[in-house]
């Protein structure tokens, strides 16, 4: 029969490898269950994806040089997701703000988390967003910031609307009193520099020669003044 000391070790080996296993098997079952959360996560991600390839560009601005531009509405971004975040259970808020103030303008980056509230597992996603619209700035560069951060995790394509090229070509009108093809403006630009070039070298050569006839000039004079010295 075996002692009553070897019983003991054999139970505490036991108790240690049980306890090991426990652990070990715990571990295993995170490592699992992460796993299964972050793809749940990006399954959702991807739903709200596919409800949502494009964002249509429904505003018209003008930029600084008073050309016109279609773009992106904040109203339209967040109505889209939002109401396809609400019904999957997808939330996202800011976390952290870094923001420039400038003379006229106000410029922010923001960190949103992107949580998924069925299992808590979140990711951060980021966006950056300027103002430049007075007392608004700040409110106008957040706004811009969240509408971006959206777009680019859910890759969002935001095609330019069907009236767009009307609006080039009326640029093109207004900047050379007609409608030019791209071959013709290539073909004007190419004129107008080659004419540059040709100008400038005609310049070239008028100051060579005003610097070679003054150089002759002050040759023969100092001829003049070597042939006086001599005669007297």
Not at 195 to 224: A, E, M, P, V, Y
Request: aromatic share 6%.
């Amino acid at each position: 029969m075996a002692s009553k000391k070897s019983v003991k070790k054999l139970e505490k080996k036991t108790k240690k490898t049980t306890r090991k296993s426990k652990k070990s098997s715990k571990r295993q079952e995170s490592r699992v269950s992460e796993t299964a959360m972050k793809i749940r996560f990006h399954q959702k991600i991807l739903e709200v994806m596919n409800q949502h390839p494009e964002i249509q560009c429904t505003g018209r601005g003008v930029d600084l040089d008073g050309n016109e531009y279609a773009y992106t509405e904040a109203a339209e971004v967040f109505s889209a997701y939002g109401q396809t975040m609400r019904e999957l259970g997808l939330t996202c808020i800011p976390i952290e703000k870094t923001a420039v103030l400038g003379k006229n303008a106000y410029m922010i980056h923001v960190k949103f988390k992107l949580t998924d509230v069925d299992t808590g597992y979140s990711e951060i996603i980021t966006g950056s967003g300027l103002g430049s619209n007075g007392q608004w700035a700040a409110n106008t560069a957040q706004t811009l910031a969240l509408k971006q951060a959206l777009l680019e995790t859910f890759n969002a394509s935001w095609p330019q609307p069907p009236d767009y090229k009307d609006l080039v070509k009326k640029e093109a009108q207004n900047v050379f009193g007609s409608a030019h093809s791209p071959e013709e403006v290539v073909q004007a630009v190419k004129d107008y520099f080659g004419s540059f070039q040709l100008t400038k070298g005609q310049k070239d050569g008028r100051t060579s020669d005003s610097t070679n006839t003054s150089r002759t000039r002050r040759s023969h004079s100092s001829g003049r003044e070597t042939s006086d010295k001599k005669s007297r």
